[in-house]
């Protein structure tokens, strides 16, 4: 019985004590390695979305560093600007994991299609 | 003899393959959004059903607390359109009950005051939420005053109830802070109790608690103690503009040690789960649970859980599955204690019999007593050495006694004491 009390004695001390040790949030940049302008880096949801790198990015430029609460695994989108047609084009990079902290991405095209290489 | 082989090497390959998905299921739990916005009508369910269990005239005290501990981020995910976030369930709760009776009129006041705190955060915390940006952080409480009147078994109380969401984020239903009247009232083995918010009926729920238990003055074996407790209520849930019931009936199958509960939502005809709960001693502080909760797409859940006086460990217990919002898949670990009192005795929530206790009467000064009482045996020892001695005659009389257990029992009389008037 009293061993089982201070068990929980140190159970209430190592309660909420995992934030210091992992991130809530991730610090994601990006940089453009494809031959295309690229903007509004954002996850999205089922109606709406949400705008993770508001940067506009030309080819091989990268972008600042933006802290969210992205933490888990997020179907990321992007537009493309397409100069042929003169069009900017949606593209879906389907689910992509963040495990916290800081991130940097490589947005690269070969071949049609897209890649987002977390490194 | 390789047909025996193969048949173990398959009846091992299956037992592994069974423990494998139950120590390391390969879906992870997940949360709803819609799951924590409906968790303040069930935490709010909970509170009552709680305190009905507690709410019988005679109880002098019920005191609990619960805190749970996910130690990893994904224990507890959030699903929602945007995909998977990683965070924390929290759940922290607090129950006390205090009765007493008034003077010597037969009658007991009681205060009482249930309290949750719950939610989804990215963070986990203890007293302050980081508030990130899917969060849901919620207060439940129930308070009130109840008057029981112990010689007829009758009593009655009257409350509020209070939820109160400190952060709901954009992905939940809109809610906002809420006030419940509450009324309780309870008369031998029958008990009902009804909530509404401002004049809206809320919920109505019978219980026959007809099984005789010890601690409510009743028998402690027999065909009375097989009797079974019905639980019925009545909801009307403004979120989903539907009314609901939920009936769960605990029985008693052996000497009041083991119990089956089986506990079903209407419309849904499916009993939504059963539980076989085996406590070590009918006192109910301790208890082994296999539970059974079956999904609304039929599949079965099962699970267990074992809980001690001060934790309580388990993975996928129907309990947990209803009171923290549906999340099952996973390992949950929770500080736990609950203890009710009645006529000095002490029994867990929902209890049958009083613990068995040892009584130990302390004492403070034990060791100061203890060395005085030496001094002064040591003291009279010596007196008595020189009195013999000396044989001499003293204006005080001293007189050594030793009673039964042979503890000195000093006496001193003084002679010739003079009142004089200060003038």
């Known amino acids: 019985m009293k061993r089982l009390a201070v068990l929980s004695i140190f159970f209430v001390f190592c309660c909420s004590c995992t934030h210091l040790v992992l991130d809530s949030s991730v610090r994601f940049q990006v940089r453009n390695d494809s031959d295309f302008t690229l903007a509004k880096l954002s996850v999205q949801g089922d109606s709406s979305y949400k705008v993770w790198i508001p940067d506009t990015l030309l080819p091989g430029k990268t972008s600042k560093v933006y802290e969210e609460d992205w933490v888990g695994s997020f179907n990321i989108v992007f537009y493309a600007f397409d100069s042929a047609s003169n069009k900017w084009t949606k593209i879906d990079l389907g689910t992509i994991s963040f495990d916290g902290g800081s991130s940097f991405g490589e947005i690269s095209q070969k071949d049609g299609i897209w890649h987002l290489k977390i490194r | ?423």
């Open chain 2, 1 to 423: 003899m390789t047909g025996v082989r193969n048949l173990l090497l398959r009846m091992a390959s299956r037992i592994f393959g069974c423990a494998a998905i139950l120590f390391f299921p390969a879906s992870a739990a997940k949360i709803s959004p819609e799951a924590l916005s409906l968790g303040s009508a069930q935490t709010r369910d909970l509170q009552f059903r709680e305190f009905g269990e507690v709410f019988h005239p005679g109880t002098e005290g019920y005191l609990s607390f619960g805190i749970n501990y996910f130690p990893l981020p994904s224990q507890a995910e959030l699903s929602t359109s945007y995909g998977t976030h990683k965070g924390y369930v929290a759940r922290y709760n607090f129950a006390g009950y205090f009765s007493e009776e008034m003077g010597k009129s037969g009658w007991d006041l009681g205060l009482l005051w249930w309290f949750e705190r719950h939610g989804w955060d990215s963070e986990d915390f203890l007293l302050f939420p980081h508030y990130g940006e899917f969060a849901l952080i919620r207060t439940v409480q129930t308070a009130g005053l109840a008057i029981t009147r112990p010689s007829l078994d009758l009593g009655i109380a009257i409350g509020v109830q209070y939820s109160n969401p400190e952060i709901v984020s954009e992905v939940y239903n809109l809610e906002s802070d809420s006030l419940y009247e509450w009324g309780a009232a309870v008369w031998g083995p029958i008990s009902l109790q009804s909530s509404f918010h401002h004049s809206d009926f809320r919920h109505v729920r019978l219980s026959l608690n007809m099984e005789s238990k010890q601690v409510r003055g009743g028998r402690e074996s027999g065909f009375f103690t097989y009797l079974p407790n019905i639980n019925a209520a009545m909801f009307n849930r403004s979120q989903d503009d539907k009314d609901s019931a939920r009936l769960s009936i605990e029985q008693n199958i052996f000497r009041q040690l083991l119990y089956v509960e089986l506990t079903g939502y209407f419309p849904d005809k499916d009993i939504r789960f059963a539980s076989l709960k085996y406590y070590p001693d009918p006192s109910k502080v301790v208890s082994f649970d296999v539970t059974c909760y079956k999904k609304e797409n039929g599949d079965l859940l099962w699970g267990g859980g074992v809980s001690l006086p001060f934790l309580r460990l388990s993975y996928n217990h129907a309990d947990d599955i209803e009171n923290l919002f549906g999340l099952h898949g996973t390992f949950v670990a929770q500080i736990h204690f609950a203890i009710a009192k009645a006529d000095e005795k002490f029994f867990g929530l929902n209890g049958s019999r009083f613990a068995p206790m040892e009584t130990k009467s302390f004492d403070p000064d034990f060791d100061k007593k203890k060395e005085e009482r030496e001094k002064r045996e040591n003291k009279e020892k010596q007196t008595t050495t020189t009195e013999t001695t000396s044989d001499s005659k003293t204006t005080s009389q001293t007189e050594t006694r030793q009673d039964a257990n042979k503890k000195p029992i000093k006496e001193i009389t003084a002679k010739g004491i003079k009142r004089e008037k200060v003038q």
